[in-house]
């Protein structure tokens, strides 16, 4: 079958995250730029090194509060979200609600046609499927292109979080779980029209996320 990966990166210096998105693109239809991992400082260097590869990047600037690195004040959060907007990345990542509560960065990523993913993270659990279908239509008003993760407990949870896709018409949906119980949820949503997975070049950056070489060898039998 036809599948896509993005490989997450998560390095600590625009040299290293230039060098680590090299060898990723190399194997990978596209890469994830964890850019709350760098030094806000070190943003927009970040930004200049990489410009050309921006075009196959999912770029996110994760807070503490969702999981992320970033420390920051959510001002100059903003700010640098608002950089990397500029450089058109293939997708910017951007939590629900954060642009639930900010109408000024929805307006200025409308004005500048962005490609935004709206995300949605439950770090604890995986919610009733009344309240995901709830949470997938409020995400819908912000951009086609959603991504829901949840943390599963048990094997029912990520069957849950799957069944999503059975509304998901007209929709980009990237819907799995995190966890022991919810991985196989990370290829089995590639199955159900994710239009790709999540990925490590190594060691993983997420619960339960495969190398990009374990995906390679389960779907083709060769890394």
Not at 38 to 50: G, K, W
Not at 51 to 63: M, Q
Not at 122 to 141: A, C, D, H, S, Y
Not at 168 to 192: H, Y
Request: net charge positive; glycine share 4%.
């Amino acid at each position: 079958m036809a599948y896509k990966t993005c490989v997450s990166i998560a390095e600590k210096t625009p040299k290293k995250l230039k060098q680590t998105l090299a060898k990723a693109l190399k194997k990978s239809d596209y890469a994830e730029i964890r850019f709350d991992f760098l030094n806000p400082n070190a943003v927009p260097e970040a930004l200049h090194l990489i410009r050309k590869d921006l075009g196959r990047c999912v770029s996110t600037l994760r807070p503490i509060r969702e999981g992320g690195k970033f420390s920051g004040n959510e001002k100059n959060r903003i700010s640098i979200i608002k950089l990397i907007a500029e450089y058109d990345p293939f997708l910017l990542d951007i939590e629900y609600n954060t642009l639930r509560k900010n109408r000024n960065l929805q307006r200025y990523l409308k004005n500048t046609d962005t490609s935004l993913l709206v995300s949605w993270h439950n770090f604890k659990q995986t919610p009733t499927v009344t309240v995901l279908k709830k949470k997938l239509l409020e995400m819908k008003k912000f951009s086609n292109n959603i991504k829901i993760v949840t943390m599963a407990r048990s094997v029912n949870d990520g069957s849950r979080i799957l069944s999503l896709y059975n509304n998901s018409k007209n929709v980009k949906l990237i819907a799995f779980s995190m966890g022991n119980f919810g991985k196989m949820s990370r290829l089995l949503c590639l199955l159900l029209g994710s239009p790709y997975t999540y990925v490590s070049l190594g060691k993983p950056i997420a619960p339960g996320q495969f190398s990009l070489d374990e995906v390679k060898s389960i779907f083709t039998g060769r890394k």
